[in-house]
């Protein structure tokens, strides 16, 4: 037996109870260099316990769709930022807590140019790129001591498009 997720738009208002969205939408916050850029200014939160923010470039195998979800997994020390570096967009899985294992997931399709910061502590799926190349850059925590937990479910959930 599997149960089925049908993937969502990523917007910030459906991904707010998981972390922040990351993306040069709407008005700039500041227009800087003379005026040829804007500044979409300090869009996630960045929570680190006994450790530092780091960047990692990661370069992920693509999956597709329909996917088969085995696990999730959170860093309760740190939060953690994937930031597409191509214009593909990725999917985005996330669930919320419920009594020390993840509820039911949502997933989420990006827009071409979206990113996303999971916050410190919440359940997603590993970055899950669709096509290739799958590269990122990754802020999350460099530090020591653990900072992983997996969970991984009975009956695995079937990941279908909209
Ligand atoms: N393990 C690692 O660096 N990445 C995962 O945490 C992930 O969410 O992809
Ligand atoms: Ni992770």
Redesign the pocket.
């Known amino acids: 037996m599997s149960r089925e997720i049908r993937c969502e738009p990523l917007t910030a208002a459906s991904f707010a109870p998981f972390g922040d969205v990351l993306e040069a939408a709407g008005v700039p916050d500041r227009i800087i260099n003379q005026g040829l850029c804007g500044r979409f200014h300090d869009l996630a939160a960045l929570d680190f316990s006994d450790g530092r923010a780091g960047i ?1 470039v ?1 370069l ?1 195998e693509p999956r597709t769709l329909p996917l088969t979800l085995e696990m999730v ?1 959170r ?1 309760p020390e740190g939060s ?1 930022a ?1 930031l597409p570096m191509t214009q593909h967009p990725f999917l985005v899985i996330a669930a919320l807590d419920d009594g020390g294992v993840p509820g039911t997931p949502r997933a989420f399709l990006t827009e071409p140019g979206q990113g996303v910061n ?1 916050h410190r502590g919440t359940w ?4 899950t790129p669709l096509h290739a190349p799958g590269l990122f850059a ?1 802020v ?1 925590r460099i530090g020591n001591g653990a900072n ?1 937990e997996e969970h991984w479910f009975e009956t695995p959930w079937i990941v279908s498009e909209r």
């Open positions: 990692s990661f992920a997994e860093h953690q994937f999971v997603h799926g590993v970055l990754v999350d992983l």
